[in-house]
């Protein structure tokens, strides 16, 4: 359901999780880029994600502050970044959308060259991607190899450091909210509209207070969906090597019958076999878990769950 009210022009969605004590200055950021726009018309949507920690209590002074422009969703339970945005973007009225991490680390003043972007230049698509980053050589590397391996994996066009802080307009949007997995990656789903993007990078600051909960797990996770959702180079590839090792097989099978033949040499021992046995389980075992990657993501799509639990929604017009 797409709540669209042309008197906005821009909604602000924010996942929130675990973000106490950063809330308070992001809002006051967004606050800044708003009366600086007085052209344009603005909502901040917040989703809290299940945090239990004192973001919400914060984000309930932040509403009642601003009760025209704040928009609070709490979900019933922590349900991941990809369905907390997804909700946000399910209540945006905007003709176009930001989206962006509630921690401070991306510079809300580049907000004013995305909304130029896209009303002045007509991008359906501003992404601000991250040429440098104030985070742990831990950090910094493990997204380096993540997004490397979506761009040759699923996405050509993805950007060499990623992206989270997005504009997107209404017609994207809607192809977002008509479009959607099971598991929901929703910067593949942007890259897949096929609208042309426009890129604007920029350094990430460092998170002001906390720590990422952004896991090299949930990493893994991410990348596993990119993949599997957008691409069929797996199952592509589970035959090549299948066809690979059977090539090996019947050259070793061909070696030793020529050294039993013509040498009259015996078939090696039991260190060949193991090895073989070792390798070709191997394999084996990774078409399976990758066929049952498949198999799951068509058992979640056609149970057709919702991606997430509303608990509450406060705005001026529910107040509740």
Known sequence: MTHHNSRIDCSFVIPVYYNEGCLFDTMSSLMEVIRQNTRFSFEVIFIDDGSQDNSFHELLEIQKANPKIVKLIKLTRNFGQPAARLAGLKYAKGRCVISMSADGQDPVSLCHDMLKEHFENNYEIVICTRSARDESFYRRLTSQLFYWMMRKLSFSNMPTGGFD??????KVLNVLLQNQDAQ???QGQILWSG???KFIHYHRLARKTGRSRWTFGKKIALL???V???SFLPIRLMS???IFVSFLGFIMAFIILIRRAII???????TTLTILILIVSGIQMIMIGIVGEYL????AQSRDRDHFVIEKVIDNESGS
């Open 228 to 230: 599997i959702n957008y």
């Open 224 to 226: 596993i969906d990119g």
């Open 296 to 299: 799951w993501r068509t058992l």
């Open 184 to 186: 929901p990656f929703i």
């Open 240 to 242: 090549l090597i299948g």
């Open 264 to 270: 009259g040499s015996q078939v090696p021992g039991w």
């Open 195 to 197: 609208y042309t993007p």
């Open 165 to 170: 802080y997005i504009l997107i307009g209404r």
